[in-house]
């Protein structure tokens, strides 16, 4: 009491009264006034990591079908990824998406509260942004930041990647510079390090995520224990360290180099249980995955690291330290820093094999496209078949006045039958090879040919006035030409002898079919061509009246004609047909348009063939 009168006195004495009251007002303001600011910061902090629930939202259909193009091809129906044993779904969260983790509901206590708010703080490249905690829901939500190319694990099985020595040991080295980062933060082990929980940026970079909190972490699915260090499956109550961290960091290693999933256990021939059996017993030569599939892709200091991470002893492993120490060392010398610049250079480098490749595969589609031209022009005249190629219809058409050629070949049964059967395809070969390009000679078009018998049309579908009588004649006399010296060369006695009719008048001409279309011809012009080959002599052109008429006032003086007489055609009746001999011989050029007289008889008819 004495010594506060005496404090009391000495500032009466210094100060005067006001002025004490003064001060003393002014720090109980400071000290409101500080207090205020740490609960408004303490609130802030809260305010930063908590989210609420109601602001987790699952993405619309559309929006979910890109993040399931985007994030993974893996994903279900609803955007749910189930991974060893982590679970990322993709959310909304303010408008963007993000990737949430579920866990049993626990309560937080300060230090959990604390670590989220320093969690939010991390921040290094190879490390995924921890947004924060959703605790009022019915389930603990950590929210990350959304990684469009899904997890290394899903990157690996998809086999998509552009896979080189250079991409492996970049996505090795991301994983130990994030390990390195977390090893030296407040966080100092992730404990539950998984190709699953490694997450692959757009840029290919890939990013740990699923880190601290560890009295969320739930008890593992036996999967993801391939990932767990030996001493830790021998022990589950011992507590995660940085050397368990480093042993799942090298199976991490040979997943990349192998690119299979961990262990491969679908071509194994042991279960989970007898694998992970097998990885706590240890021994001298303790089981491991293989890193042999190819030695050329495999660089020897990167097996020699993955060895020692994944060393029996704990102690023996490295550090994340050490181990970034080595990759960075490596990446110097390989005098390469920059994976997306490697990245263009291989895709440049396939653009232009690609380029190169299309190039040719045009050529050929060209080349191919040309032969099919041919091929169908063979099949459709030319008009026609450019009319199917543009997918426009071809509707029968009708032509006022046509000539109609039919060939068949005299006794070619008793040829046949002379001859092997692919002697006989010989045989026809040669002689309609000929046929055909003495065809491209003339105005003329090749309908079809059936064994034996051959027919052709001159006016249709180009209409040439009236010189179709005149082209179609001029085409049987070189048939009769070229089959008089025609010998077979199994049979050099036997003769080839043609039969040829020809008629004129209007037909109707169309292409019928789909899976294969042939262009026909239908009227009683073709039906009486036929007849008039059908009643016709071996060697000689038998030319039907109405034929005979056009071709006599159309080109008079040009060629010599044999009255037959009047015979009984079948479906006919009777009519007067005449043979044609060939050109008249001793006829000035100049004299070709003069007109000719009656037609010889038979009797006096020059032979010409």
């Given at each position: 009491m004495i010594e506060q009168n005496g404090i009391?006195?000495?500032?009466?004495r210094t100060l005067p009264p006001s002025e004490t009251n003064a001060k003393l007002d002014f720090g109980k303001k400071n000290l409101r006034r500080t207090l205020r600011s740490r609960r408004k910061k303490r609130n802030t902090l809260k305010a930063e990591w908590e989210i609420p629930s109601s602001l987790l939202t699952t993405p619309s259909k559309a929006k979910q079908e890109v993040s399931h193009r985007s994030f993974s091809s893996s994903f279900s129906s609803t955007s749910?990824?189930?991974?060893?044993?982590?679970?990322?779904?993709?959310?909304?969260?303010?408008?963007?998406?993000?990737?949430?983790?579920?866990?049993?509901?626990?309560?937080?206590?300060s230090i959990d509260r604390d670590t989220c708010a320093k969690m939010r703080k991390l921040d290094h490249e190879n490390i995924n942004k921890f947004i924060g905690l959703s605790i009022d829901g019915p389930t603990i939500m950590k929210v990350w930041r959304m990684c469009e190319r899904g997890s290394l694990q899903s990157v690996i099985s998809s086999k998509v990647m552009c896979c080189d020595q250079f991409f492996d040991f970049c996505l090795i080295k991301d994983v130990a510079e994030?390990?390195?980062?977390?090893?030296?933060?407040?966080?100092?082990?992730i404990g539950s390090l998984t190709?699953?929980?490694?997450?692959?940026?757009?840029?290919?970079?890939?990013?740990?995520?699923?880190y601290g909190l560890?009295?969320?972490?739930?008890?593992?699915?036996?999967s993801g224990l391939l990932w767990t260090a030996p001493e830790l499956l021998r022990m589950p109550s011992n507590k995660p360290n940085q050397e368990g961290d480093i042993y799942s960091f090298a199976i991490i290693c040979s997943e990349i180099i192998m690119r299979e999933p961990a262990w491969n256990l679908g071509a194994r021939n042991e279960r989970l249980d007898e694998l992970l059996h097998r990885i706590k017993r240890g021994g001298a030569v303790p089981v491991r995955p293989e890193l042999f599939r190819d030695e050329r892709d495999i660089d020897a200091t990167l097996r020699s690291m993955i060895t020692d991470c994944w060393s029996e002893k704990p102690h023996e492993r490295p550090s994340s330290s050490a181990v970034c120490k080595i990759l960075r060392e490596k990446m110097a010398a390989s005098k390469k820093t920059n994976l997306m610049d490697h990245l263009f250079a291989i895709l440049e480098k396939h653009t232009g094999e690609l380029e190169r490749e299309v190039e040719n595969q045009s050529k050929e589609l060209n080349e191919q496209k040309k032969r099919a031209d041919l091929l169908l022009g063979k099949m459709l005249p030319r008009q026609v078949a450019e009319r199917l190629k543009r997918g426009q219809p071809i509707e029968p058409e009708g032509f006022d006045n046509v000539s109609v050629f039919f060939s068949d070949v005299v006794k070619f049964t008793q040829l046949a039958a002379k001859c092997r059967p692919i002697q006989v395809v010989a045989l026809l070969n040669e002689l309609y090879s000929t046929f055909d390009h003495i065809i491209e000679q003339h105005d003329a078009y090749k309908v079809e040919s059936i064994g034996d018998g051959y027919l052709c049309v001159s006016g249709l579908p180009s209409r040439n006035g009236f010189n179709h009588i005149r082209e179609i004649v001029e085409m049987s006399l070189s048939f009769m030409d070229y089959v008089s010296r025609f010998r077979i060369p199994?049979?050099?006695?036997?003769?080839?002898?043609?039969?040829?009719?020809v008629n004129s008048g209007p037909c109707v001409a169309g292409v019928?079919?789909?899976?294969?279309?042939?262009?026909?011809l239908f009227g009683d012009t073709v039906n009486t061509a036929s007849r008039m080959e059908s009643n016709g002599k071996a060697s000689h052109i038998h030319l039907s009246s109405t034929a005979y008429n056009l071709l006599t006032k159309n080109f008079p003086g040009l060629y010599e004609t044999v009255s037959r007489g009047e015979?009984?055609?079948?479906?006919?009746?009777?009519?007067?047909?005449?043979?044609?001999?060939g050109h008249i011989r001793h006829q000035s050029r100049h004299s070709t348009r003069s007109s000719t007289g009656p037609p010889t008889t038979i009797s006096n008819a020059p032979s010409v063939f």
């Open positions: 009391k006195g000495l500032v009466e749910l990824e189930v991974i060893g044993s982590n679970c990322f779904e993709v959310r909304s969260y303010c408008g963007e998406k993000v990737l949430a983790t579920a866990y049993s509901r626990v309560e937080l206590n994030g390990l390195n980062y977390i090893h030296h933060s407040f966080i100092t082990y190709s699953a929980s490694c997450l692959v940026s757009q840029g290919w970079q890939v990013k740990l995520s699923d560890q009295s969320l972490e739930s008890v593992g699915q036996q199994l049979l050099p006695k036997e003769r080839v002898e043609l039969r040829i009719g019928v079919g789909l899976s294969m279309p042939r262009y026909c015979i009984i055609i079948k479906g006919k009746g009777v009519m007067e047909t005449y043979w044609l001999m």
